[in-house]
């Protein structure tokens, strides 16, 4: 409001509030001279029916442009050897499993020609029965990350899968005849494959130790189900 008393008036700043001669006179130069004066035809400039004619052709062509449904269909590769089981142009599916915060989800993974297109709950999974969250459906975009790392790295310059290799087994068995921990650090799991494998590695080097790490679980919704069901 406005600091007279009596008077509404609307201010978007302290200095307008104050009525600060700045301030006003960058007001009455808002806008260029002329500009709100009242529109009159005969101050227009000549314009010929034929230039008339050409711009209205010219944005037609425009709006036709910008409404059509035309997609630029790229370069047209023969897709000769190809699976039997796809079909260009007709999407794929297949049922996976999401897995997050200890939790599993089944779902069903659109693709065309290979590639993953779409995330959805399966409806024929017994017990999410096609709904998941809004998360595993974002979870498509994580395949298409710019980011992503593209190959092994190290000090930020790219080295191969074999020098990795090479790297990481020195290491371990250096901490194995030394008798040193090897920590290992992950998510809660639920895969039997993962926990398999885990457990092969245990057996190669007994001194290493598995560290689960969940910044956010349903762990406590998990104990509150629990004491539920066996009361029931």
């Known amino acids: 409001m ?3 008393i009596g008077i509404k008036n609307i201010w978007k700043s ?3 509030y104050e009525n600060d001669p700045k301030v006003q006179e960058e007001k009455l130069h808002e806008f260029k001279a002329g500009v709100t004066d009242d529109f009159d035809p005969s101050n227009m400039s000549a314009f010929s029916r034929r230039k008339f004619l050409a711009v209205l052709a010219a944005s037609t062509a425009y709006v036709a442009t ?6 630029d269909k790229g370069e047209i590769v023969p897709y000769i050897k190809r699976p039997e089981e796809i079909l260009p142009g007709k999407p794929t599916y297949y049922a996976s499993s999401f897995s997050e915060d200890g939790i599993n989800y089944g779902i069903l993974v659109k693709t065309r020609e ?8 399966n409806p024929d999974d017994p017990i999410n029965k ?13 395949l298409y990350d710019p980011d992503r790392l593209q190959y092994p790295t190290k000090a930020m ?5 074999k020098q990795v290799n090479d790297e990481i087994s020195k290491i371990l068995a250096e901490a194995t005849t030394n008798n040193k921990e ?12 993962s926990k398999k494998v885990l457990n092969e590695f245990k057996l190669k ?11 956010a679980s349903n762990q406590n919704r998990m104990c509150a189900w629990k004491n539920v069901i066996t009361k029931m």
């Open 14 to 16: 302290l200095s307008d």
């Open 205 to 215: 080097y007994p001194s290493a130790k598995i560290y689960i790490n969940q910044l």
């Open 130 to 142: 096609g709904k998941v969250p809004s998360r595993v459906h974002a979870s498509i975009l994580n």
């Open 157 to 161: 310059l790219k080295i191969s899968w």
């Open 114 to 121: 290979g590639r993953p297109i779409k995330i959805d709950g």
């Open 66 to 71: 910008a409404c059509t449904d035309y997609r």
């Open 182 to 193: 090897i920590s290992i650090f992950t998510n809660v799991l639920t895969s039997p494959t």
């Open 2 to 4: 406005s600091n007279k």
